[in-house]
């Protein structure tokens, strides 16, 4: 499935200890192409979407990657489901492409988290939900 994002910053350069990354996710835009899952997973059971509507991450670091298939790692807070946790995101970037008004910048990554780490009782889907990304920005 996916989620649209609300807002978000990018802020890498060649300085990693400058760069920063921050989003705002709106969680009532999941979207799994099946419309009795989607409002499944926005209900009490799974993310509440009535009581939490959006997730979001600040990073606190950026750094090289250790994992052979990332470039980077952005470590920082996740705030899902009303509950605040250290994650970290491992991405890369893929380049960037001229448009009319500026550049776009693309970038993918992924992360694992744990639904109990989060509130979420995991039942009987796994505690372990692996989230990938793909981003572009201007």
Known sequence: GSVKPQSGL???NGDLSKS???FDIDMRTIMTQNTKRDAHLMGEDFFDTKKYPTASFVSTSIEKSTKADFSYVAKGTLNLHGVSKPV???FNYLGSQKIEDGEVYS???ETTILQSDFGMDPGTLGN???ITFNIEAN
């Open 10 to 12: 990018i802020n890498l």
């Open 20 to 22: 920063a990354v921050a």
């Open 88 to 90: 970290e995101l491992y």
């Open 107 to 109: 970038f993918s990554g």
């Open 128 to 130: 372990d939900v692996q």
